[in-house]
């Protein structure tokens, strides 16, 4: 089992974010204004300003935006990784987010730009709530 960093609380932003990963939930954030769509989790609308947004869940599907290959990682939470990838990610809904892909066997020969990945939730020993990851499909 994984070993990340958990998110710490009160943290008015993300926290519903947090607990949508605890039910399996992509969450992000749609301008009920404007009707932009809005990620990483914030109190306005990155387009107009509005503090009125929408909380979605998203399907989880996406496409590689671009990544990059980490051969080693001395931190302890990722040391036991040897080489991955960490990558954006082009969610269907129109967001970006950064994540890590797994279940790839040598990822600087595996991953690819355009490559169609689904979200998986990855749970933590380090604590309850589990980190979105994304899978080849
Ligand atoms: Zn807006």
């Not at 932003?13 to 990963?21: K, R, S």
């Not at 929408?54 to 040391?79: D, I, M």
């Not at 080489?83 to 269907?92: E, F, G, P, T």
Request: hydrophobic share 35%; glycine share 8%.
């Amino acid at each position: 089992m994984a070993n990340r960093l958990q998110p710490v609380f009160p943290e008015q932003d993300t926290e519903h974010f947090w607990e949508g990963a605890k039910q399996g939930e992509l969450r992000y954030q749609q301008c009920n204004a404007c009707d932009t769509v809005v990620f990483t989790p914030r109190a306005h609308c990155t387009a107009c300003g509005s503090d009125d947004l929408a909380w979605k869940v998203s399907a989880g599907a996406g496409e590689v935006y671009t990544y990059s290959v980490v051969r080693q990682n001395r931190s302890p939470a990722f040391a036991d990784l040897g080489a991955y990838a960490v990558a954006y990610i082009d969610l269907d809904e129109g967001f970006r987010m950064m994540s890590g892909i797994v279940g790839v066997g040598d990822p600087t020969q595996e991953v690819r730009i355009g490559m169609r990945v689904q979200v998986e939730f990855e749970p933590q020993e380090s604590g309850e709530y589990p980190i979105p990851v994304f899978r080849p499909v």
